[in-house]
T-cell receptor
Framework: KAGVTQTPRYLIKTRGQQVTLSCSPI?????VSWYQQTPGQGLQFLFE???????NKGNFPGRFSGRQFSNSRSEMNVSTLELGDSALYLC??????FGQGEAFFGQGTRLTVV | GENVEQHPSTLSVQEGDSAVIKCTYS??????FPWYKQELGKGPQLIID?????GEKKDQRIAVTLNKTAKHFSLHITETQPEDSAVYFC???????????FGKGTKLTVNP
């Protein structure tokens, strides 16, 4: 059974640009969550989608957005990149319909903003 | 909102010894507590979890305990091996939510 797949693995972008990251969840999983991981702030929740609807959102500016498609694949977008957006972006998928299912993470996308 | 504190931030043990990592949470509505292991260059891997209706759970060399009254939970690894070396994260989530609030992590080093 394939795990959570995130693409690309590495990205280098310039300040002011925008970026789109992709996540394919485990087959059958309909919940996809996104997290930002940095050395200073640790793992922080961005948002969660279930059946194409955003169910929960963390405390990040509106430059961070996401969406989920009918096949449960998800994308997140960061516009007007800032140096502080450099981080490992992790996607997790879960089977649970009502929350609190076991969440399985992908390997992440390492974003570097220069 | 929920806040999770994790201690210690680094832990070094000899192979074969036990390791204990402790976490406290602030929101009494939290009822799901997973633990993740993250190796260099990889995403976090779920190693064990516990729900608030259970006080202890074991899986081979790994165990987790939960004290709801004190709002803390702990990870116990027995007979540590060098391959247990990694960063371990505790997390908590409230009823009905997939949002996980993570501790800052513990870097465990198991010396041969």
């Amino acid at each position: 059974k394939a795990g959570v797949t995130q693409t690309p693995r590495y990205l280098i972008k310039t300040r002011g640009q925008q970026v789109t990251l992709s996540c394919s969840p485990i087959s059958g999983h309909r919940s996809v969550s996104w997290y930002q991981q940095t050395p200073g702030q640790g793992l922080q929740f961005l948002f969660e989608y279930f059946s194409e609807t955003q169910r929960n959102k963390g405390n990040f500016p509106g430059r961070f957005s996401g969406r989920q498609f009918s096949n449960s694949r998800s994308e997140m977008n960061v516009s007007t990149l800032e140096l502080g957006d450099s981080a490992l972006y992790l996607c997790a998928s879960s089977l649970a319909r009502f929350g609190q299912g076991e969440a399985f993470f992908g390997q992440g996308t390492r974003l570097t903003v220069v | 909102g929920e806040n999770v504190e994790q201690h210690p931030s680094t832990l070094s043990v000899q192979e074969g010894d036990s390791a204990v990592i402790k976490c406290t949470y602030s929101d009494s509505a939290s009822n799901y507590f997973p633990w993740y292991k993250q190796e260099l260059g990889k995403g976090p891997q779920l190693i064990i979890d516990i729900r608030s209706n259970v006080g202890e759970k074991k899986d081979q060399r790994i165990a987790v305990t939960l004290n709801k009254t004190a709002k803390h939970f702990s990870l116990h690894i027995t007979e540590t091996q060098p391959e247990d070396s990694a960063v371990y994260f505790c997390a908590a989530s409230i009823v009905g939510s997939e949002k996980l609030v993570f501790g800052k992590g513990t870097k465990l080093t198991v010396n041969p």
